[in-house]
């Protein structure tokens, strides 16, 4: 679980490129992103900024595609004991959901 110490709020980009290995066949001739690309890279952002490792996603919700090349926002935020996480596309959201936590070792 997240603790006090984490800081309340972080964001950073988040851009998926064109050669990654899970595009090919992901849809052919109109790649997109994966969802599980994508929360690859939160789980990545809350490693690092969090110093944390994701234990449970109980809730996560795709609202839009994400295309390769993309540039999207990453906001991570700190509030009841878990971290509230929202990817925006200019401004229109693409996913949002809620990650349980605990400390790396």
Known sequence: MCSGY???MIA???R???????LPGHFPGRPVVPGVVVLDR???AIEREYGAR???LPQVKFAAPLLPEEEAELHIEEKDGRLHFQVLRAGTPVASGIAE????A
């Open 6 to 8: 984490y800081r309340r």
């Open 12 to 14: 950073t980009r988040l």
């Open 16 to 22: 998926i490129a064109a050669d990654h290995p899970a």
């Open 42 to 44: 939160i789980a990545a």
């Open 54 to 56: 994701i234990v449970a």
């Open 101 to 104: 936590t605990e400390p790396t």
